[in-house]
């Protein structure tokens, strides 16, 4: 395997073929979810979908297929995706009068039945949700989960009375993005509004999280947009208010997608492989038993009684004939399982067990019964620490500069987030992307705008962080 | 609402509609999935998928374009699939190379892969499924479910070194379907091998479940198909056996749809809406509260608590402002709500309660000290009564042909299944459909042979259902 230093994105590629979480396809930019990055997938929608549900948000499912006057009919959020729309022109051997897109996001299609179901303020609020796949034929060089031509998400899309109610959503949905990000997947994040360059087509303004690379590239995670009016206006979602009047409602959208897993695989793994968080760890126990023909009944019988014994954990046995046990140990290595478990004859005797920390490396031998008492301290350490090592990388890759020469210093040396005072134009905003490569990835929330803006040196309206992102 | 006995496909749609399962949209001939059928395809889709993880099935997730060339590397597979399939043939503005289709079921894209991750018989058995949505463009008349051009399913794409293991599998898979069709959907189907002109395009042998529609038609449930070497051969999914030498594994595939939900909503629902069976129904007991200003606070506290006794059931309370009981009522009977529990100022006082089944319309007074015990006792007789309703009308809807005659006549009279000898010759199979319209459903399991072929009056070999069908 690649060294993660010397040469992080030949790393990357690397290992999640080797680990195999992913596999190339015959189609340019999509690649197989194969079952071991599928059941992290599974298990980041789950906890997701757990909270959502519990905030009375809703799911159900759209068509894939939009037609295309459809899809033209926000202006903005048209020209903002139909670079990237593949089209449907033809089915069996027929021409279609009317070109379908397939969905790049489903405003469009769901606003559209959304007027329809919306007459009264008691149909208020609606929150629904999907889980779906969605196709972005973009032209940027693609990296499995991090930039694919179709990826899995989640979109939210939500309506309600009011600004402020529409508004209030936006700490329920993106706490419940932090909560999973940070507590299963070990991921910090900076979260803060874009630029209204930046932004989402048709919104009035996004907010997301914004991770970091081991290269200190910076690279969007889960976003919340709130679409004012906008969309309401354009597909006349109406409703009589108390007060038999007839408004326009609030409308926001919020997503969570594939690309996560490969921001945890990036922060975490290192030299021998993938380094999961046990909580998000499809396996997080692997035992390995060491014998020879005369104990491997014993030892086999032992592992299956620790196994049993640790149902609360997801556990394996690797009982794989014909490979050695050091093999085994670099195998579960290379997939990052959190902890393993080392069993043989002489522990049999003993009655200990070997367990070896897959994130420090520590190996330490225990008394069989403190087996209970261990494992899950050692994951719970594992998941603290790794969280702690991610959150210290992305602290330690956020710089501060007062001026264009600190700025541009930065993106050439240290890298990372710069920090810095912005005047709020585009002009100024353009200017450091032609000047340095660097856009502003969010406006971190809490920060008081002080000094000047590193561009033009007027008075800061805001405290940006300008980077070069993926 | 149409009655269904009169007008079964009108009295369909309408209950769609009106009971919010179901909505049209701008693409022809695809659905909404609004949330309440929404919830029931994800209970189906936890049931199964907790089943096949089970017996070692793991999910993953291929691209949904499938490039054309690769789609037409088994004849015969696309042979079938080519009339239906929608092509995509531009990206933004630009045209593509090579067409790429919407995967209409996933065997190409997948087999391509499996060809080079399986090397070695420790590779097998390799067991993938994927809940996805696929599109089929069909020209058929499309019916919410029953027949929609885009639907969700399951596929499930196994292989295995030898044709035995493969075959075994069946068994494993359709006792999996029937188990969750019979015990929550409340659906019964007969179980039995396609002709080989009905057989899926690839397929050695198919599978099935057939089940009757309200109109006497039959439709095709979940199917399990044997596809022996076919694809393998063609894909070079080989193996190095035990014995070093190479061999070409052999496959099955498998797959449940959303069709199931409409079936399930044809068979039990009646004139006045949906009946739900109580396993999969998202809600099963419905608290209405009735009260006048006085009695208001003490009524609603007290559903609230009973609410929250039956925390192992899914209860709602129906306190909507500005609707009457009455109102309620009718709606929870639109929406087929298993079980109704009516509470008012007088069942305060003399401790009762009203349970209304849904099913057979019973109402009935019982103690409140009694709730935690009738509760389930009635939601587990309305299941249960549901199926043995079903398996009636089904079992009744099979009748017996000796002759064409006979054959011709109960086609054009009662309908449903007409079982009969059949010598397995195509030319008897097409003569049957041209002279009636009906087609073989399948061969259902457990019955021998006898007497003589319905068409050409040789001896039968096979025992057959003709049936007409959607």
């Known amino acids: ?107 469009v299609i769901m606003y559209d039945s959304y007027a329809k179901w919306i007459r009264s303020h008691r149909d208020l609020p609606l929150r629904l949700n999907q889980w779906v796949n969605v ?16 990826f899995l998400f989640n979109e939210g899309h939500t309506v309600f009375a009011t600004k402020k109610e529409a508004e209030a959503e936006s700490k329920q949905i993106l706490d419940i993005y932090q909560d999973v990000q940070e507590n299963y997947l070990a991921l910090p994040g900076i979260r803060g509004k874009k630029s209204d360059k930046e ?8 907010l997301t999280f914004e991770h970091i690379l081991p290269d200190k590239k910076a690279i969007q995670g889960p976003d919340f947009h709130h679409d004012g009016q906008n969309f309401s206006k354009m597909f006349k979602i109406q409703f009589l208010d108390q007060n038999e009047k007839m408004q326009f409602a609030y409308q926001n959208t919020f997503a969570i997608t594939t690309r996560q897993i490969g921001i945890m695989v990036a922060t975490h793994g290192d030299d021998k492989g993938l380094v999961l968080p046990p909580k998000i760890a499809p396996t997080q126990v692997i035992i390995i038993p060491i014998y020879d023909n005369k104990s491997k009944k014993q030892v086999l019988a032992k592992a299956k009684e620790m196994q049993e014994f640790l149902s609360d954990f997801r556990v394996e046995i690797d009982n794989r004939e014909g490979y050695t046990p050091g093999w085994k140990f670099h195998d579960a290595e290379l997939k990052g399982i959190p902890l393993r478990v080392e069993i043989g004859p002489r522990d049999l005797a003993n009655k200990t067990v070997v367990l070896a920390r897959r994130d420090t490396g520590e190996k330490k031998e225990i008394k069989l019964n403190k087996l209970g008492k261990e494992v899950p301290a050692k994951l719970d350490a594992i998941q603290k620490n790794l969280f702690d090592k991610a959150k210290k990388f992305l602290d330690e890759s956020i710089h501060e500069a007062n001026n264009m ?66």
């Open 199 to 206: 932004k989402f087509a048709g919104a009035e303004y996004s």
């Open 1 to 107: 395997m690649k060294a993660k230093k010397e040469n992080f994105s030949e790393w990357y590629t690397e290992v999640l073929q080797e680990s195999g979480l992913s596999d190339y396809t015959k189609v340019s930019g999509c690649i197989v979810f194969r079952p071991y990055s599928f059941a992290i997938w599974e298990k980041l929608v789950a906890e997701v979908d757990k909270r959502f549900k519990k905030i009375g948000i809703k799911n159900c499912y759209f068509p894939l297929l939009i037609p295309k006057n459809l899809l033209e009919k926000e202006v903005e959020h048209f020209k903002g995706f139909a670079p990237e729309v593949a089209w449907v022109t033809k089915t069996g051997g027929s021409d279609l009068d009317e070109h379908l897109a397939i969905r790049p996001t489903s405003e």
């Open 405 to 470: 020469d600190a700025l541009k210093i930065i993106l050439n040396t240290e890298k990372g987030f710069v920090r810095a005072g912005w005047c709020g134009s585009r002009a100024c905003e353009d200017d450091v992307k032609d000047k340095t490569g660097a856009k502003i990835t969010n406006m971190p929330f809490g920060l008081k705008a002080k000094g000047k803006c590193v561009d033009c040196g007027k008075p800061a309206k805001f405290v940006a962080h300008f980077a070069k992102s993926y």
């Open 135 to 150: 196709v972005r034929w973009e032209f940027k060089h693609p990296t499995p989960f991090l930039r694919t031509r179709e």
